[in-house]
């Protein structure tokens, strides 16, 4: 019921910056989780930016100070805003949503690519 499109992704030398996106399409009535998530070769997926309860904003301690999540909830659009990037944060990056009312409940982007050369 939930479609995701994201896009932003590409290569950036350290110190860049790239800005995600993700626009949601479909039955946005229902959805309370939207943040981002990302997987390095070898890795485990980690949460790396998202909105709470409260209408705060958490960051995984890697990325804090560095990264920025945002939404525009007339375009329906999720965003991550990556400044000072490092070699580390290369990953494929991926929008995930939760929908209340939709079933399956989590809904996930195809991810983008975001490599940092050194």
């Known amino acids: 019921q939930v479609q995701l499109v994201e896009s932003g992704g590409g290569l950036v030398q350290a110190g860049g910056s790239l800005r995600l996106s993700c626009i949601a399409s479909?039955?946005?009535?229902?959805?309370?989780?939207m943040d981002w998530y990302r997987q390095a070769p070898g890795k485990q997926r980690e949460l790396v930016a998202t909105?709470?309860?409260?209408?705060?904003?958490s960051y995984a301690d890697s990325v804090r100070g560095r990264f920025t999540i945002s939404r525009d909830n007339a375009k329906n659009t999720v965003y991550l805003q990556m400044n000072s990037l490092k070699p580390e944060d290369t990953a494929v990056y991926y929008c995930?949503?939760?929908?209340?009312?939709?079933?399956?409940?989590?809904?996930w982007g195809q991810g983008t690519q975001v490599t940092v050369s050194s």
């Open positions: 479909g039955s946005i009535f229902g959805i309370n989780v």
């Open positions: 909105f709470t309860s409260g209408d705060s904003t």
């Open positions: 995930h949503v939760g929908c209340i009312f939709c079933r399956p409940y989590n809904y």
